[in-house]
């Protein structure tokens, strides 16, 4: 229940293509969906996070949509650029957890010229 | 955004030998730190919760008496490998939390024992 399920694994896009990243959670209780970007040797980012009160999220290229319903939420990468090439990992916590993120598995983007 | 960092970004160390890895937040104070540690193309695993001035609360499979966590000031957790191994050989990043909530990462330490 602690789960988060983050697909796909891998993802390929051509430079000025939309990337889509998608994960989905069990545990009703998680109240907030960050993502991250890291890149190879380095600590995660934080890029854009949501709360359950909102469908949608956008910032610059970067927008999260969110179902509530469907307990799934996915990252859209508007004109995907190879510097995004990096993993992009989802996450959710418990705002009475103090933060403690509990991650997805990671997708590995890499953006074609 | 406010920064956090670790040291050593990298080491290597003869196996049995212990390694400590420090974790300080430079502009802010934090209650709250977190250790994760990330292998190679996977994602990262929580390890422990580090609060200031208390014991660490551990996850589940990880070992204490491996894995020494201390966070003696609002600013900085040290994680201790004890007699460390190859298998213990991962990424290891640390997070804090700033009393706006927000949580921000480190740049992570690589430990590779020998």
């Known amino acids: 229940q602690q789960q988060v399920k983050q697909s796909p694994q891998s993802l390929i896009v051509q430079k000025g293509g939309i990337s889509i990243i998608n994960c989905a959670y069990e545990?009703?209780?998680?109240?907030?969906f960050p993502w991250y970007q890291q890149f190879p040797g380095k600590g995660p980012a934080l890029l854009i996070a949501?709360?359950?009160?909102?469908s949608e999220k956008k910032e610059g290229r970067f927008t999260i949509s969110f179902n509530k319903s469907a307990k799934q939420f996915s990252l859209h990468i508007m004109d995907s650029q190879p510097g995004d090439s990096a993993t992009y990992f989802c996450a959710a916590s418990m705002n009475n957890q103090g933060g403690k993120l509990i991650f997805g598995q990671g997708t590995e983007l890499s953006v074609k010229p | 955004g406010a920064v956090v960092s670790q040291h050593p970004s990298w080491v290597i160390c003869k196996s049995g030998t212990s390694v400590k890895i420090e974790c300080r937040s430079l502009d802010f104070q934090a209650t709250t730190m977190f250790w994760y540690r990330q292998f190679p193309k996977q994602s990262l695993m929580l390890m422990a919760t580090?609060?200031?001035?208390?014991?660490?609360?551990?996850e589940q499979g990880v070992e204490k008496d491996k894995f020494l966590i201390n966070h003696a000031s609002l600013t900085l957790s040290t994680l201790t490998v004890t007699s460390a191994h190859p298998e213990d050989s991962s990424f290891y990043i640390c997070?804090?939390?700033?009393?706006?909530?927000?949580?921000?990462f480190g740049e992570g330490s690589r430990l590779t024992v020998l």
């Open positions: 545990n009703t209780a998680f109240d907030y």
């Open positions: 949501i709360r359950p009160d909102v």
């Open positions: 997070s804090a939390v700033k009393d706006t909530g927000e949580l921000f």
């Open positions: 580090s609060n200031e001035g208390s014991k660490a609360t551990y």
